[in-house]
């Protein structure tokens, strides 16, 4: 080990050049990708939410300009969704939470002894990432459409009034998005909960802690990582998604978010500065939250 | 003397021991009721959790045997039809569009498990300057909502000129899958030791051989990994395509479309049989692992 320390000591001063082409070489191929197709287009798309319609032009046409009252109409147009979009992303991902944890903890705590249950389990947490995740969404709405059994059987029970829906309401896009983001919160938090050092729990226990204070002071701080990734995990795709909150699938009329929007201004009504616009607000948005959340939720695992 | 010193020391550790059960049986209670709540509460929200995950996907594998007309909305019946015939529906449309995904997911898995493994060797053996900016790079991808990875492609594509077609498919998926390949070769590449390439150079092996024969074999459970999970994302990718795709049409596409008419029960019957053959590839994969490191244990 020490010879081997000293060897490379050794060799270190005769190649760095010929080492730093080597990085190079490894690095440039996918940093350029990422640089032509990830970068480039997000510059892009600050551009395109700057256009101006062409003078005399078909719809669709658009000529570069400084337009910033581009991102004045688009948050007047859309408050709503804009509004929407974090809402719904804000409950799903708390609810996402509040169903993962208790399942995090059984896998990754209580299955230790049985390491077979365990990656059991695991492969069962991934399993509805093999399945489509529309036809997933498509196999909720029929599960509780109007005519299903479990909607009728509420509604014989007087438990839901006659003429309500579940589909097409803020509830169903909510229950869709915490559904599909359900294994992107449960497998952070396993990972960070597999590793969670259970004598420290017993040592709470024994010095008179109830179960509740242990949890609270020593679980929970303890599993701050795997809180913070998995709720980044499903918040940010929660916010722009558009699969659960369309017409066809989960949402209604009064559901679109932002996702919606950005989709039909870009795909359908060839608005590209308005999509690109909202784009932008998204992602900007997201950033400042995430880093707001970041900082605050780094400080609190410090106290 | 020895004999009563033992005499007392027994006496004395049961005495010991004896008080210490004394002592032990209030703190024990409350401890005991917990556990016993939480071995029978906690198992069983995991059973009604998991319920609760497959619900979906039972009720997509049991649609795939429907003897539906046109849209698989209501059960009509048990036929192995569907299976036996896939793509005869619609002339075929759902076999083509899961064609497209299979040939997108894995021209975008080889190249980005490529680049992606490159950049992560990179960033675990060498020093170099804009690391940070690197990573951030890397970072972001991750961090972006697919919408807004969607728009600005498809942005750029007209500003440039490009039309969409499965190219610029393959380009968009290879772009968002790098990003995952580097974190999950990375882990691969920072847990190897170092100590077993430098015995290859002591055996005069040239770097080449050292990759390929050392390195590259060490590295292949991640980058296995890496490539699977690319596919998966990949082929389960519906909103980035979907700004990106022209009129090609992918298996998600195609579902996303059909919504609103009615989804034939083909479609059910390749998502179950990817469902199957992904879920035999994990547990198969899960066995090996446990296999090896039994036998990894008993050489040990």
Known sequence: MAFAAFATAEAQPQAPKKKSRIALFLLLPGIAYLVLFFLAPLISLVLTSLQAPRE?????QFDYAFNWQNYVTVIQQYLPHIARSFG????????????????????GVKARRWPLLQSLMLVLVIAPFFISFLLRTLAWKQILSDESIIISSLKALSLMAPDAHFTGTPFAVIFGLTYNFIPFMTLPLYTTLERLDTRYLEAGSDLYANPFTVFRKITVPLSMPGIVAGTLLTFIPAAGDYVNASRDFLGGPDTQMMGNVIEANFLVLLNYPAAAALSIILMAAILVLVGIYVKRSGTEDLL | MSGEVQAGAVLGGLAEQEQREGARIPIQK???RRIGLGDWLLPAYTIIAFVFLLIPIVYTFVFSFNDSIKSNISWRGFTFDKWLNVCRVEGGAVCEAFGNSVVIGLTATVIATTLGTMIAIA????RFRARSAISLLLFLPMATPEVVLGAGLAAQFL???VPKDMTTIILAHTMFCISFVVVTVKARVASLDPALEEAGRDLYASPAQVFWRVTFPLLTPGILAAALLSFALSFDDFIITNF???STSTFPKYVYISASRGIPAEANVIASAVFLFALVLVIGAQVSRAARAKRLAKLG
């Open chain 1, 56 to 60: 005399f032009g078909d719809i669709g």
């Open chain 2, 159 to 161: 500003a440039v000129g």
């Open chain 2, 123 to 126: 960033l675990v053996r060498y």
């Open chain 1, 88 to 107: 719904y992303a804000l409950a799903a991902t708390v609810l996402a939470l509040l169903f993962s944890y208790p399942l995090a903890y059984f896998i």
């Open chain 2, 244 to 246: 990106n795709s022209g």
């Open chain 2, 30 to 32: 409350p401890r005991r």
